[in-house]
């Protein structure tokens, strides 16, 4: 047998790039067969014209890369490079992927509210739709014009220990459009991402899609994952029960500055919240550097906020979408502010406030405000004040039976505007007890 003969046979044996073929085509033709056992990619780069699919039925599918990059190719079409639909326990690992943003991307507006984000935005990493057990790891995704990764009405999802960069697309405008991260939608359940490392996102890092009309997301964990550079939110939990965010760390959210999408009140924020959100806890998550807000609480409830920090460090002209660090609301109309315990977090250098409060018998108990008011502002007080205790904001809320106690407040005014009573709430139907006040200049 001469040598190229032996070659070929061996490149069979790989079950990808036989002689005569493409490494696209034999690719395609392998994953379009092959329903189960190990599909073993080949070392090298491999440019994909159109999505890859995987065959009817395919279960207990392992696809493992070696050395291997998919690219989309500069005429690529399809919702995602690899898109993964109506199969059960799909492992992948070991590979790179590479979006092509740089010839792909086009201007995109962000989908209107309630549709599902896989309609709506193409050119994606992996797109995984009604998948039962997806196991993903130690990939890098790199270039995705809109989502390196989408997760679509499945369940038992386990991501780790991938590396999502420099991806997301922008609208007409040049502002980020929501997307650059790894988002998972329409009832996903089960779902863990951790350690994994996001840098450079345009949009929203790490989230759930906060869509009314498709069921929560329910029982996940975001742990350990890393945030540099994050254009939106670098993580937000949307529509969903049941979910811990622990461990997370980050710095520059809200960066660069012009990506930021003002016109549509798109505010980044380290841990945000959106939809109806119960059972849930955000403990012992550290961001430096926000550009926005440290913890969004829209829509969450009968919950834990716990030894979290947020510290800015800069001047107030860094933070010119700088808000109050804590703030709660009730936009969805099923949500009520209400049984949530606010302990043991840092808050250092807030552009406004530390804490805006609504709601019923919540617990703000033993945090740490520094710094706070770093504009130097006068009024109104609900942007002004250490904690404010507020009558509601989407809609008026009764705000009483809360529980103030222990917290350290300090910053511009703090002695005078430590705890303030909004308009229609009472200072005798909510408990505040022990808390130290006391002005502090801003470091400059």
């Not at 085509?25 to 189960?36: E, G, H, I, V």
């Not at 492992?91 to 010839?103: A, C, E, S, T, V």
């Not at 936009?331 to 250098?349: A, F, K, L, W």
């Not at 009483?400 to 350290?408: L, P, Y």
Request: proline share 4%.
């Amino acid at each position: 047998m001469d040598q190229g003969t032996v070659a070929c046979a061996l490149l069979t044996a790989l079950l990808l790039a036989g002689c005569g073929t493409s490494p696209e085509a034999q690719l395609r033709k392998t994953l379009a067969s092959q329903t189960t056992g190990v599909i073993h990619l080949p070392p090298g780069e491999i440019e994909i014209s159109s999505e890859l699919t995987l065959a009817p039925g395919a279960h207990g599918l392992e696809i493992a890369g070696s050395g291997t990059r998919l690219k989309a190719a500069d005429n690529f079409k399809g919702r995602a490079i690899l898109v993964l639909e109506n199969a059960e326990r799909v492992h992948l690992h070991d590979f790179m992927l590479d979006g092509n943003r740089g010839k792909l991307a086009k201007p995109l507006e962000m989908a209107p509210p309630e549709n599902a984000f896989r309609v709506w935005y193409p050119n994606n990493g992996i797109l995984a739709n009604k998948v039962a057990g997806l196991e993903i790891e130690r990939l890098e995704l790199s270039g995705v014009v809109n989502f390196p990764i989408l997760v679509s009405q499945s369940s038992k999802v386990r991501i780790s220990s991938v590396a999502v960069l420099d991806s997301g697309s922008k609208n007409a405008r040049g502002r980020n459009n929501l997307s650059g991260g790894i988002l998972l939608e329409e009832g996903t359940t089960d779902f863990e991402v951790r350690d994994s490392t996001f840098q450079s996102i345009l949009g929203n890092a790490l989230w759930t899609h906060s869509n009314f009309r498709a069921p929560r997301q329910e029982a996940g964990i975001f742990a350990l994952n890393k945030f540099d550079t994050i254009g939106r939110d670098a993580i937000q939990v949307g529509h969903a029960t049941r979910v811990r965010v622990d461990g997370n760390t980050g710095v520059n959210i809200g960066y660069p500055i012009d990506i930021v999408d003002v016109e549509n009140q798109g505010t980044p924020v380290a841990i945000d919240t959106a939809g109806n959100v119960d059972n849930s806890s955000y403990a012992r998550n550290q961001f430096k550097e926000i550009n926005g807000q440290c913890i969004d609480l829209d829509g969450f409830h009968d919950g834990i906020v716990e030894k979290n920090i947020c510290t800015n460090e800069k001047g107030v002209e860094a933070y010119p979408f700088g808000g109050s660090a804590i703030v709660m609301n009730n936009t969805h109309p099923d949500t009520h502010s209400s049984n949530i315990e606010i302990r043991g977090n840092v808050i250092e250098g807030s552009k406004f406030g530390g804490l805006f409060l609504m709601g019923s018998r919540n617990r703000v108990i033993e945090n740490v405000f520094l710094g706070l008011n770093l504009a130097h502002g006068d009024e109104p007080e609900i942007l002004t004040s250490g904690i404010y205790l507020g009558p509601g904001v989407a809609r008026l809320e009764e705000t009483t039976g809360n529980e103030i106690r222990g917290n350290r407040i300090l910053g511009y005014k703090m002695k005078t505007r430590c705890i303030v009573f909004g308009p229609a709430v009472s200072r005798t139907a909510n408990t505040v007890a022990g808390n130290t006040c006391a002005d502090q200049a801003p470091a400059r």
